[in-house]
């Protein structure tokens, strides 16, 4: 139990164009889904938090007009990379969480993104 | 804020050697402490946790400990396996908070 999904796990977009990462919570309903960047041979950087039904938190110095969340529902939570650029290439990881669950982060595979 | 000090890697050891991965953290009050695991082109699994003083978190011949008095979550495992070569990352969430504070991570390779 307790399965993340996230799709596309690969894409590769033109400079200036956006690209939308969905996570999915398979198995459960996450009241709360986080939104995590991961440099290579660097640690993972929290982007935001979204609740169900509410606006994401951002955390400082994320730009919430360029990545832009969306969580519709319990089991569903968009990113979308506006106007993305070489800078933003890097790997875009999910986790979701619920009390259910204890309050633990289950963590989707992550989505390779590769801004040309 | 909160931070946490993961030993730098990467680490390289020969299958069945003992592994030790050392992390220290700050924070206020009494947060719950998590290590979880990177293998190759995939997203983390939670690894073990403790989630107060003393207690010792153990999956898969792994173990840590957590130490109050020295702020640590030191993970052991006493033979390593070529499967275990992954990245392992130290995370502790403060108390009333849901958000993890990731370590750099040490990236473990074990060799055959």
């Known amino acids: 139990g307790a399965v993340v999904s996230q799709h596309p796990s690969r894409v590769i977009c033109k400079s200036g164009t956006s690209v939308k990462i969905e996570c999915r919570s398979l198995?459960?309903?996450?009241?709360?889904m986080f939104w995590y960047r991961q440099f290579p041979k660097q640690s993972l950087m929290l982007m935001a938090t979204s609740n169900e039904g509410s606006k994401a938190t951002y955390e400082q110095g994320v730009e919430k007009d360029k990545f832009l969340i969306n969580h519709a529902s319990l089991t569903l939570s968009t990113l979308t990379v506006t106007s993305a650029h070489p800078e933003d290439s890097s790997f875009y990881i999910c986790s979701a969480m619920t009390a259910s669950l204890t309050y633990e982060q289950y963590f989707g595979p992550g989505t390779r993104l590769t801004v040309t | 804020g909160d931070s946490v000090t993961q030993m730098e890697g990467p680490v390289t050891l020969s299958e069945e050697a003992f592994l030790t991965i050392n992390c220290t953290y700050t924070?206020?009050?009494?947060?719950?402490l998590f290590w979880y695991v990177q293998y190759p082109g995939e997203g983390l699994q939670l690894l073990l946790k403790a989630t107060k003083a003393d207690d010792k978190g153990s999956n898969k011949g792994f173990e840590a400990t957590y130490r109050k008095e020295t702020t640590s979550f030191h993970l052991e495992k006493g033979s390593v396996q070529v499967s275990d070569s992954a990245v392992y990352f130290c995370a502790p969430r403060q108390g009333g908070s849901e958000k993890l504070v990731f370590g750099k991570g040490t990236k473990l390779t074990v060799n055959p």
């Open positions: 198995d459960f309903q996450a009241t709360t």
């Open positions: 924070a206020t009050g009494y947060p719950s």
